[in-house]
Nanobody, 123 residues
Framework: QVQLVESGGGLVQAGGSLRLSCAAS????????MGWFRQAPGKEREFVAA????????SYTDSVKGRFTISRDNAKNMVYLQMNNLKPEDTAVYSC????????????????WGQGTQVTVSS
């Protein structure tokens, strides 16, 4: 089993920045790909970004390219999502997820999920 705990959400004005963190624990995470997903009220969950645990490799949804950066610290079993130039449409609950193998953009392929952290961007 893998446990995931997110932190770093909050309220920020448009144009501001936040850094989300995801702490992974449990079975070895060295072979896991990690992803960030978000769900806004009344909308379906959507892929935001993902990273392979080994060898780098990242993927972003188009709406966050150039603004968000996913990174990892293998030694600390941590994954981060640096979010810059935030927009009101980024408001959502952001969840961290993990899966065996390489990164995927479909949430259906992820086995482990955190409880999420709220990000609210005011205009």
């Amino acid at each position: 089993q893998v446990q995931l705990v997110e932190s770093g959400g909050g309220l920020v004005q448009a144009g501001g920045s936040l850094r989300l963190s995801c702490a992974a624990s449990g079975r070895t995470v060295s072979s896991l790909a990690m992803g960030w997903f978000r769900q806004a009220p009344g909308k379906e969950r959507e892929f935001v970004a993902a990273i392979n645990w080994r060898g780098g490799g990242t993927s972003y949804t188009d709406s966050v390219k150039g603004r968000f950066t996913i990174s990892r610290d293998n030694a600390k079993n941590m994954v981060y999502l640096q979010m810059n130039n935030l927009k009101p449409e980024d408001t959502a609950v952001y969840s961290c997820a993990a899966r065996s193998g390489i990164l995927q953009t479909s949430g259906l392929t992820y086995n482990y999920w955190g409880q999420g952290t709220q990000v609210t961007v005011s205009s």
